[in-house]
């Protein structure tokens, strides 16, 4: 044998000496005892992984609005205008801004009288500050070519608005102006807007309501299919809506609130999100 023979595994072997049989077999089943530890601990640690992540699909599958259901219910309501708003305009023309303004001054004086016989509250009325601009005028030769302009005065404008709760007698008013023009007052009628004052209060009770029928549908739809509603995972609000009665008005994304009908219909939306077993 070339070189003497070592019994210690643990001992480096000397040049020219060799591992006995009774040594490499320790070895070998330190390394086999190394190899299955590892293996254990790689397979726990892979276990825990799986647990935890069958855990967390759980929890996403129970409560996840996919595996839920979603619903939107609606509410709507007629109702009637409250509060009127109704805006003219007149004007007046002078050479001189002291004249011009005198003379729009004497035409509200005759529009607030008119107004206050008419039935219309001085608590009803207001009236804008005046608004002016230069009138110009160009000038031309016998030819057709611009010379240049000179200021022929200043036209005048004013706005006074009514806000009632008597709605009847400000329509009235507003769809009679005769007197107003007979007495030689240039005139412009706006059409009425119709408002309502309780508005918080109705959308309120919309909600309400729409929130019951979202719910009542999901109720019917996991009756289908043989399940229960539980959490209340999420809740919309949709769009309010504020259209005329009876009218074709197209929804808009945003909502819609019209002030040009007297008589409404308020609707809203809301989508409601439930999770299932």
């Known amino acids: 044998m070339q070189g003497d023979a070592y019994q210690n595994e643990n001992e480096i072997p000397k040049e020219g000496q ?51 259901i979603t619903v939107t219910g609606s509410a709507s309501c007629d109702f009637e205008s409250d509060l009127i708003v109704w805006r ?15 003379s729009i001054k004497s035409n509200a004086d005759v529009i607030k009288d008119y107004l206050v016989e008419n039935g219309i509250e001085e608590s009803e009325l207001s009236f804008s500050s005046v608004s002016i601009s230069q009138r110009w005028v160009t000038e031309y030769n016998d030819d057709g070519k611009r010379i240049g302009e000179y200021l022929d005065g200043y036209d005048l404008s004013q706005t006074v608005t009514v806000t ?27 059409s009425p807007e119709y408002y309502y004052t309780k508005l918080d209060e109705l959308k309120l009770d919309l909600i309400e309501q729409a929130t019951a029928n979202a719910k009542a549908r999901a109720e019917i739809i996991a009756d289908g299919t043989k399940s229960h509603t539980t959490k209340l995972l999420s809740a919309n609000l949709g769009v309010f809506q504020i259209t005329a009665q009876n009218s074709n008005s197209e929804y808009s994304y945003g909502g819609a609130f019209d002030t040009s009908s007297r008589n409404k219909t308020a609707t809203i939306t809301v989508k409601l999100n439930y999770a299932t077993n």
């Open 164 to 190: 009632s709760e008597d709605i009847d007698k400000v329509d009235a008013v507003s769809r009679d102006i005769t007197k107003l023009l007979e007495a030689n007052i240039e005139f412009e009628s706006d």
């Open 88 to 102: 003219g305009s007149f004007f007046a023309y002078g050479q001189t801004p002291k004249a011009a303004y005198k």
């Open 18 to 68: 060799t591992k006995t049989p009774q040594g490499q077999e320790k070895s070998q089943k330190k390394l086999f005892s190394t190899s299955v530890i590892i293996a254990l601990i790689a397979g726990i640690s892979a276990i825990i992984c799986v647990s935890i992540f069958s855990g967390s699909l759980t929890n996403y599958k129970k409560y996840s609005g996919s595996n839920g």
